[in-house]
């Protein structure tokens, strides 16, 4: 819950930051000056995709981990995934 409440809230900033500029908040014009993660994140799709995805599929695999039987082929392979997914979630 904590994740999704600083996922919405750091995009509305940005949108908010930008809307007073009149420009849109994931163009080139609106993310000038900003730190270079945010820049790369708008600019690079796969890098963006791969962010956006992440983060859902770490909710649901946090989730499933939640309520897998530990040492279990689930519990394995919701580890498996979170080693590959908390990276971009936390990008994010």
């Known amino acids: 819950l904590i ?3 600083l996922d919405i809230s750091s995009h ?3 949108m908010y ?3 007073s500029l009149q420009i ?5 014009e609106g993310n000038a000056g900003r730190f270079f ?3 790369w994140y708008y600019s690079s799709y796969p890098f963006f995709g791969y962010c956006c995805v992440s ?4 909710y649901v695999t ?3 981990l939640a309520h897998a039987k ?3 082929t689930l519990a394995y392979i919701g580890e498996l995934i979170t080693k590959i997914v908390v990276p971009g979630c936390a990008t994010k």
């Open 12 to 14: 509305w900033c940005q």
């Open 24 to 28: 849109h908040h994931k163009s080139a």
């Open 3 to 5: 994740l999704a409440i």
């Open 37 to 39: 993660l945010v820049r």
């Open 62 to 64: 946090f989730y499933v």
């Open 55 to 58: 983060a859902e599929i770490t």
């Open 17 to 19: 930051s930008t809307s």
């Open 70 to 72: 530990s040492g279990g």
